[in-house]
Structure formats: C-alpha cells, structure tokens
C-alpha cells in the first residue's frame, strides 16, 4: 500500500466559538491537501488561552505528519499562537531579521510605523522557517511538522500554498459526486452493498433541505479513477432502478 | 463568582474534513450556548470512523459540562454516530417505541415505507431520552450530558431548541462590537491596555480584508452590561484618539 501522510487542522480563537465568525479555513486546507494526497483526519477549535493551544498542539502534531494551525499571529494582545508555539516545543522566542526587514518596508511603503506591537510579527520560535505572506508581509511559518498560518482566509490561502514545497504528498484523493431528488432511506441499503463492494472507496451519502425539497449527494472518494469510475455507475444505477432522477453528476 | 457551565461541540463527519460541506452547525451552537451563559470551550472535527468518534466523545463529555454533537444519525452505511455514542457509554442500543411509532406517522403519512434503514433512526442507546425532530420525525436524544443532534442545520436548530429545557443556565454572555478603519498595528498598545484594565471582559481584536480595504472589529463579551459598556467608551476613544473612523457600533 502507498505512503499516506495525514494532516489536523487546529483554528485557534475565541470568535469560531463564539459564533461571531464561521471558519473559511478548514474546507480549504481540506481540500488542497486531498490534492495533495493527505487527508485531514482530524479538527480542532480552541479558544485563545495558552493551556488550550499549547495541548492541542502537542497532541495533534504528535498524531499526525503534519499540522496547520491558523489565527492569532497578528500584533494584538490577544495573537498568542506564536507564543503558545513556543511553549508547546520548549524553545525561545526571537525576532527574526527577514521577518523584520520584510514588515519594516511594508509599513515604510504605506508611510506608516513600525511599532512594538508590529514588531512582534516578526517573533518565531527557534528553528521556525519563515513562509511567505505576499498579502500584509507579516509572516507565517514552519517548525518541525507544523505550519503556522495566519486566520484571515484571503492571507491564509496565500500562506498555505507556499507550505506546499514541505510537504511530502501521496496519491491524491479524488472525489465525485451524484445528486438526486431520492431520499436516502430508500437507497440505504443498496449503498451499504455498494460500500461493502468497494472498501477502498469512501462513500458518503450528504442530504440536504432546499425550499424545493431534499437533496441527497452521494459522493465517492479514493485514489483509483477507475475504481471511482465502477461505483460511480452502480450509484446511477440504485438511482435508477428505485425510480429516481438524476440531478447532476 | 457565578456557576459557569461549560460547552463542546463535536462535528461529525468526513465531509467537513474534505471541504466538500462547511460546517455551519458550531456557529450556531456557540452563539445560542452564549445567550444562555453556556460558553462553548472546544470543538472537535472528526471523520466517520468509530475509534476517533468514540475517543472524541469520552475525552469532551469528561471535560465539559455539555457536550453537542452533529451529524451521522440518518438512516445510511455512514450514520455511525449512535452506535459510536453507545460504545463510549458501554451500553446496548434498542429501538425506542415511541421514535419509532413517529417515524412510522411521519413515512405512513407521505406514503412511504418505514424500512429497515429507517428503523435504524429509532434506535437509541439504553438510558437516552429522546430529543424531538418536528421536520423529519428522526430523532436526537440526550444521554447524561451528551445531546446527540442531525447535521443538517435547520433540524439541527429545531433539536437544539428542544435541549434548552435540559440546560442548567449560566449567565447570559453578552456581546458587543465596534468596527473601525484603522490598522490592528496603531491600536495595540492601547487595546492590551484596555485588556488590562477589564480582566473580567474578553476583549477581540478581529481584522477583516474587504476589497475596499482592512476593517477591524473590536468585540468585548462578558456577562456585565456596565462593564461592557465602559469598556466600549474607553475603545472609541482610542480609535478617535488616534483619528480612526467608527464604522459601525
């Protein structure tokens, strides 16, 4: 069987539990690694207090080939994933003097200053790699597996695909998708014997409420195109043979 | 100081994982948890897959006071979640009678019939009882301090309103926002002394980038109206004092 690193995703703040933000971040990382070949396998949202951060890092880049954490790297008192970084590996803090020269022309090209709170941008963790933000120029970065990147989605895009030369991919994770106006009751158990046909496939039955009724997806997920191919026409089939109208895919 | 009841929410399913469906259940949850003085501490994200499930719910409904979680009680090959819960609990399942005589008004009523992957739906683990699902009939239920939800938001908002009777109440966390057009950087200083000086108030800094520029929220919550109150004044003068715009609030 192939190599299969595996990622977790840790969305560090207060404002994801909060209610006040829903978080762009996870679907996006989700799906680029599939491309990628590493799944995610595992989420977490903490709030942002030093023991909370510092245990889910530890535990997550422990369990996993690689972690991405993202949120609290900006320049206020409530950005402490640097330090929380620092903690959970037990090495210092120091500012980093790229990091620095990249934020001191950034603000001098805005004709603004570069104060202490904007200097601590450019603070790492010893051993940490700076990883580009072409955005706003405060960086994010890496140390050992994990991948520390910045919450707003537009920047945490940026970031997260200059990760992509560290990391170590295995086959990609393709995924298909079949909609139809069934409900999935009906389907059950011809998708559990579909499933039972192809264990190397994940198959993931999603409904949905639309005002014109439900919905049902089915979606197939595995590395074999051919593979996906087969299950793909027994699903129109079960589709079929129960009556049913195929809405896309 | 007051009781604080605590909250986590576990979201089940590989799709959020994927990126294929962005969870909007967590939202939903932290903000009427907050109405209810029930802070949500954490939350978890994990694929359908028995070991992490089961490892989830343990190590969450130990920690906090409630835990939520979504997704994986429908009637298909993916619907692990109740068989999951019974393991963590080490209890059996059986079929409820009055889930199942719901189930069978509500599919006899539209002409359908309630099959073996429906009846599935009215299975419980022994000691639940059960949590009310006015739009499909499939219920929730609760199990000591775990409310086991649909993930599909509307019925998962329609049962999570029917868990507010179970709830022992803190008080109520209340939530309050400035928006401005300055920088994080130009406040920072003066909002960690703001920080400082309302220990009992959290107060977040959440930048956000529109095309027509940077815009940063400013939130305090706490549960004292007064407090939250000062707190705001002493925010606008800051960002007048350094000759921002209140944009909002």
Redesign the interface.
């Given at each position: 069987m192939a190599y299969t690193p595996t990622a977790a995703v840790l969305l560090i703040?207060?404002?994801?539990?909060?209610?006040?933000?829903?978080?762009?971040n996870?679907?996006?990382?989700?799906?680029?690694l599939?491309k990628l070949g590493i799944?995610?396998?595992?989420?977490?949202?903490?709030?942002?207090e030093p023991p909370?951060i510092i245990e889910a890092v530890n535990a997550l880049r422990e369990r996993y080939t690689y972690l991405f954490t993202t949120g609290g790297i900006?320049?206020?008192?409530?950005?402490i994933t640097t330090n929380c970084i620092a903690s959970a590996f037990n090495v210092p803090l120091y500012s980093h003097p790229y990091a620095l020269q990249k934020l001191k022309e950034f603000?001098d090209n805005r004709g603004?200053k570069l104060?202490?709170?904007?200097r601590k941008m450019a603070e790492v963790p010893k051993g940490a790699e700076l990883i580009d933000n072409p955005?706003t120029s405060a960086p994010g970065y890496k140390i050992d597996n994990v991948f520390v990147l910045a919450g707003?989605p537009?920047?945490m895009q940026a970031m997260f695909a200059a990760t992509k030369p560290y990391l170590v991919r295995g086959q990609e994770?393709i995924?298909k998708?079949i909609t139809c106006n069934l409900?999935?009751?009906?389907?059950?158990?011809g998708?559990?014997d579909i499933?039972d046909e192809f264990p190397d496939i994940?198959?993931?039955?999603?409904?949905?409420?639309l005002d014109s009724g439900f919905r049902v997806s089915l979606?197939v997920?595995g590395t074999d195109i051919a593979r996906l191919s087969d299950a793909q026409d027994k699903i129109r089939a079960l589709i079929i043979s129960n009556k049913g109208k195929i809405l896309e895919g």
């Open positions: 703040g207060n404002e994801l539990l909060s209610g006040r933000t829903r978080d762009l996870l679907g996006h990382i989700g799906e680029e599939a799944p995610v396998r595992e989420s977490r949202v903490v709030p942002d909370m900006g320049p206020t008192h409530d950005d603000y603004e104060n202490d709170a904007r955005i707003i537009k920047i994770i995924s998708s409900a999935e009751g009906v389907m059950a158990k998708l559990t499933q994940a198959l993931g039955s999603y409904p949905s409420m979606v997920r």
